[in-house]
Nanobody
């Protein structure tokens, strides 16, 4: 039974930082891409960042480049998304996902429930 459990969302002022966490269980962690997707209100879910189980390579969506950093702890099977320089357009729900290819929404096989981020 695969489970992805996110945490770390919240409310922050523009320019602030948040770190999201996603704990993975029930899956062969090293063989997949773990990633984060963002769904703004009224918009489609889009890829933010992804990382393979070995730690490389990493991939970033255009909105995340230079501001967000994805990392992982293979021992605890936890994927982190450090978000700095947050903007109002980063508001929305952030989902952890697992699949064979990073950042491609239709190819993700498993999803978490999401964690809300609000930037004001």
């Amino acid at each position: 039974h695969v489970q992805l459990v996110e945490s770390g969302g919240g409310s922050v002022q523009a320019g602030g930082s948040l770190r999201l966490s996603c704990v993975v269980s029930g899956y062969t962690y090293s063989s997949i891409c773990m990633g984060w997707f963002h769904q703004a209100p009224g918009k489609e879910r889009e890829g933010v960042a992804g990382i393979y189980g070995g730690g490389t390579p990493t991939s970033y969506g255009d909105s995340a480049k230079g501001r967000f950093t994805i990392s992982q702890d293979s021992v605890t099977k936890t994927v982190y998304l450090q978000m700095d320089g947050l903007k109002s357009e980063d508001t929305g729900k952030y989902y952890c996902a697992a699949g064979p290819v990073c950042l491609v929404r239709p190819l993700q096989r498993f999803w978490g429930q999401g964690t809300q981020v609000t930037v004001s």
